[in-house]
């Protein structure tokens, strides 16, 4: 009995805990926002901005609350099942999924405003769509492009690529071909998380790999172009020698070093990347950004947006999408996108002049705003678990060599179809 009457207290304390939102001292609403900004820019960007919204809104306070995209997903879990999740929850829209079906997420639908609504295209909401509710906000959202030595490019003679005429996969394999020699490589694959940039960029080449059944159930095929992307990098690595085989256990930072020195001409990384090559570039160091190859296509590529979620438990819901709303006006939202090196959704943001110079490759990125597309994973039920358990080592394998594209293909199919189908029962 007594252990059972400690129990239940530690519960209620737990529970109290976690309610941080029922208000302050003084009788104030108090919302905790736990914000995945990370950069020194847009740390600073957020926490003014939630300073600004406490300084206008009195009665309604939010704490800024630092999480980790390192390890986002658990916490999340764990919070949730205890109740103790923040009220306002920035995210991933790939990783949404498993968290709206199991209702720890605000449908949004009947509370955000229209001027939001009609402001993020209807593609973007589409990433945050599960079932017939909206379970968070689109706000930034980040293209893969190559980050290229504009010397070697310039000395090697080869055609530079445009948004408006990019290379092909086949002609990439060519110029890296062209590239490498003397202990360089035309580029350098970082690819310790294969999955995300082997499905985004595969949409280019007509790639879709799950496939969503007239029951709603959904299948791993993998099909004519899904092969695409894969193969190139494979020839690259393993036929051409054109791409380092040492890279591919790395992550994009891990690369830069080795781009800066000569060693690599092209590195293939997320847009937000230019942030750290402004940074770290040596002195004298000619750097440009380009777009990632075209496929069948075109330079459609899949992206996971950041998203701003408010939690299930959250009693008010309607003074969190208040401040989601203030954050997310246009001009925030630039503040925001330049605190992150990243694009915004919203149309009004995007079309700010400040994310079309030239400098450090701005005009290139907005220039593929227009191609870009929900991930093929973004509602597949189970997806972590595929990606961890299945994809991810399947596709190190085969990218290291170790395995042929036939032995992908069945792991990708066989083995994951296993795995997606105990989420689908």
Same mark, same amino acid.
């Given at each position: 009995?007594?252990?059972?009457? =400690?129990?239940?207290?530690?519960?209620?304390?737990?529970?109290?805990?976690?309610?941080?939102?029922?208000?302050?001292?003084?009788?104030?609403?108090?919302?905790?926002?736990?914000?995945?900004?990370?950069?020194?820019?847009?740390?600073?960007?957020?926490?003014?901005?939630?300073?600004?919204?406490?300084?206008?809104?009195?009665?309604?306070?939010?704490?800024?609350?630092?999480?980790?995209?390192?390890?986002?997903?658990?916490?999340?879990?764990?919070?949730?099942?205890?109740?103790?999740?923040?009220?306002?929850?920035?995210?991933?829209?790939?990783?949404?999924?498993?968290?709206?079906?199991?209702?720890?997420?605000?449908?949004?639908?009947? =509370?955000?405003?229209?001027?939001?609504?009609?402001?993020?295209?209807?593609?973007?909401?589409?990433?945050?769509?599960?079932?017939?509710?909206?379970?968070?906000?689109?706000?930034?959202?980040?293209?893969?492009?190559?980050?290229?030595?504009?010397?070697?490019?310039?000395?090697?003679?080869?055609?530079?690529?445009?948004?408006?005429?990019?290379?092909?996969?086949?002609?990439?394999?060519?110029v890296t071909k062209r590239l490498s020699g003397g202990g360089r490589y035309g580029v350098a694959w970082p690819l310790r998380d294969?999955?995300?940039?082997?499905?985004?960029?595969?949409?280019?080449?007509?790639?879709?790999?799950?496939?969503?059944?007239?029951?709603?159930?959904?299948?791993?095929?993998?099909?004519?172009?899904?092969?695409?992307?894969?193969?190139?990098?494979?020839?690259?690595?393993?036929?051409?020698?054109?791409?380092?085989?040492?890279?591919?256990?790395?992550?994009?930072?891990?690369?830069?070093?080795?781009?800066?020195?000569?060693?690599?001409?092209?590195?293939?990384?997320?847009?937000?990347?230019?942030?750290?090559?402004?940074?770290?570039?040596?002195?004298?160091?000619d750097w440009q950004v380009l777009p990632a190859p075209a496929g069948a296509d075109g330079l459609t590529q899949g992206v996971s947006?950041?998203?701003?979620?408010?939690?299930?438990?959250?009693?008010?819901?309607?003074?969190?999408?208040?401040?989601?709303?203030?954050?997310?006006?246009?001009?925030?939202?630039?503040?925001?996108?330049?605190?992150?090196?990243?694009?915004?959704?919203?149309?009004?943001?995007?079309?700010?002049?400040?994310?079309?110079?030239?400098?450090?490759?701005?005009?290139?990125?907005?220039?593929?705003?227009?191609?870009?597309?929900?991930?093929?994973?973004?509602?597949?039920?189970?997806?972590?678990?595929?990606?961890?358990?299945?994809?991810?080592?399947?596709?190190?394998?085969?990218?290291?060599?170790?395995?042929?594209?036939?032995?992908?293909?069945?792991?990708?199919?066989?083995?994951?179809?296993?795995?997606?189908?105990?989420?689908?029962?």
């Amino acid at each position: 009995m007594r252990t059972r009457i =400690l129990a239940a207290a530690l519960a209620v304390v737990l529970l109290l805990a976690g309610c941080s939102s029922g208000g302050g001292d003084d009788g104030r609403i108090v919302l905790r926002f736990q914000s995945l900004a990370w950069q020194d820019e847009s740390v600073a960007a957020t926490r003014e901005l939630v300073e600004e919204w406490n300084a206008r809104h009195p009665d309604v306070r939010v704490e800024y609350v630092q999480g980790s995209w390192d390890s986002v997903h658990d916490q999340l879990l764990t919070s949730f099942e205890g109740g103790e999740a923040p009220d306002i929850v920035h995210d991933a829209a790939d990783d949404l999924a498993d968290f709206a079906y199991g209702g720890h997420l605000a449908d949004l639908t009947h =509370l955000l405003p229209e001027r939001l609504r009609s402001d993020i295209p209807p593609g973007s909401w589409e990433t945050v769509t599960f079932g017939d509710g909206l379970y968070g906000v689109p706000f930034l959202q980040e293209p893969r492009v190559l980050v290229a030595d504009a010397n070697r490019l310039k000395e090697s003679g080869v055609r530079v690529p445009t948004p408006e005429h990019p290379w092909t996969w086949e002609e990439f394999r060519q110029v890296t071909k062209r590239l490498s020699g003397g202990g360089r490589y035309g580029v350098a694959w970082p690819l310790r998380d294969p999955v995300s940039a082997t499905l985004n960029l595969s949409l280019s080449a007509g790639g879709q790999l799950f496939h969503r059944g007239p029951d709603g159930k959904v299948t791993v095929r993998f099909e004519e172009g899904d092969e695409v992307v894969p193969r190139t990098v494979h020839e690259q690595v393993n036929t051409d020698r054109s791409a380092s085989p040492t890279t591919l256990g790395s992550g994009g930072s891990d690369t830069l070093p080795g781009l800066f020195a000569g060693k690599y001409a092209m590195v293939p990384l997320g847009f937000s990347y230019r942030q750290q090559i402004a940074q770290q570039a040596p002195e004298g160091f000619d750097w440009q950004v380009l777009p990632a190859p075209a496929g069948a296509d075109g330079l459609t590529q899949g992206v996971s947006p950041q998203t701003l979620s408010v939690a299930e438990d959250c009693p008010h819901k309607k003074e969190a999408v208040a401040f989601l709303d203030f954050l997310l006006q246009p001009e925030n939202t630039v503040r925001l996108a330049l605190g992150d090196w990243m694009l915004p959704t919203g149309r009004r943001a995007l079309a700010d002049p400040a994310l079309h110079t030239a400098e450090h490759g701005w005009a290139t990125g907005t220039a593929l705003a227009g191609h870009l597309r929900p991930a093929p994973a973004q509602t597949v039920r189970g997806y972590p678990e595929w990606k961890d358990k299945v994809a991810t080592p399947a596709l190190q394998e085969y990218y290291s060599g170790a395995i042929g594209l036939a032995e992908l293909r069945e792991r990708l199919e066989k083995d994951g179809n296993l795995v997606l189908a105990r989420y689908q029962r």
